[in-house]
């Protein structure tokens, strides 16, 4: 019951969340519209943090328990291949959150227009056409999926239209501050001479500090008497137990000794409350995971690669 609350959850939060970058096709108008279709919460999310690979995700996959997940951890293959599914069937078919990557006759999974974590399995000249969303025109060898168009440190960037088979797929129309627009449509850093300045005076300053760092301590010791008296001041700042000239051990119980007052006795036990009541919480979530089910170790901490494999881990 937990585990489909908590399913259920985060596919109403991923489905009520969406953000995009303004795109536009080649030839119109770049001006961001309301009415333009966003991109969306997976497709973003996956483009700017990519995470592992399919085989990675072991979705509907579920240990029988604590000990069966911390055991399939220990002995779990560390380089896992991705898997690609060879069903050729799907192709034509718009499937939800499906686990494996798409088949080599049509290997790129477009998101559908209208449709949650709908993808359709496409070919490189299919991106944006057959109900999918029209703005992911760009096919990613990397990611295996259609995309948006995204140029580095662009502001404004134009995509190709649906179809379009030519080898410039995207470029940018208005960099970000700071950047200029090449004829290539990428966008370079200006002002890198201010960079290189700075850092080469970053690097004198360091020089300079750690030489006066050096000739004061080569320098000899001319007051020994005045260091012997700053020495015995700071002995007679510390803290002793009465009648005794040795300082408190580190092992001293400060929630029931009185070593500079019941301010530093209280504080010390509000910690050791803290403490005590995060060990019980923790206790509790592992009792979760070994009587409902280990994937609550795991759950929130599995990214992926595209966005059709970010469906497939928040539906599992």
């Known amino acids: 019951m937990i585990g489909q609350c908590v399913n259920f959850v985060l596919l109403a939060v991923a489905c009520d969340l969406s953000l995009s970058l303004p795109t536009c096709f080649a030839g119109e108008d770049c001006a961001y519209s309301a009415e ?3 991109w969306s919460l997976v497709q973003r999310s996956t483009w700017t943090n990519p995470g592992p690979g399919a085989s990675e995700l072991e979705v509907g ?3 029988p328990g604590l000990a069966g997940h911390i055991i399939g951890e ?6 896992p291949e991705e898997k690609q599914s060879t069903d050729t069937s799907i192709c034509s078919k718009d499937v939800f959150a499906r686990p494996e990557l798409c088949p080599a006759a049509c290997p790129y999974a477009a998101e559908m227009q209208n449709e949650f974590c709908h993808f359709r399995c496409v070919q490189r000249q299919e991106c ?4 999918t969303v029209q703005n992911a025109t760009i096919p990613d060898d990397g990611m295996k999926v259609c995309r948006h168009c995204n140029v580095e440190a662009c502001a404004r960037c134009v995509a190709a239209k649906p179809g379009d088979n030519s080898t410039k797929l995207e470029r940018c129309v208005t960099c970000m501050p700071g950047y200029e627009l090449n004829e290539e449509g990428e966008c370079d850093m200006k002002g890198i001479s201010v960079f290189i300045i700075g850092g080469v005076i970053g690097a004198v300053a360091t020089v300079g500090v750690i030489w006066w760092y050096v000739a004061i301590m080569l320098k000899p010791c001319v007051n020994d008497q005045g260091i012997r008296e700053g020495l015995q001041g700071r002995y007679r700042m510390k803290l002793f137990p009465m009648g005794s000239d040795e300082p408190y051990p580190l092992t001293t119980n400060l929630m029931a000794t009185n070593v500079a007052g019941p301010g530093t006795m209280a504080m ?3 910690e050791a409350a803290v403490i005590l009541w995060a060990i019980v919480l923790l206790l509790v979530w592992l009792g979760f995971a070994l009587f409902v089910s280990s994937d609550l170790l795991i759950l929130g901490t599995r990214n992926a690669s595209s966005p059709q494999l970010l469906c497939a881990v928040v539906a599992w």
């Open 36 to 38: 333009q279709p966003k």
């Open 61 to 63: 996959h579920q240990k």
């Open 74 to 79: 220990a002995f779990a293959n560390k380089q």
């Open 128 to 131: 944006g056409l057959l109900g």
């Open 268 to 270: 010390f036990r509000y």
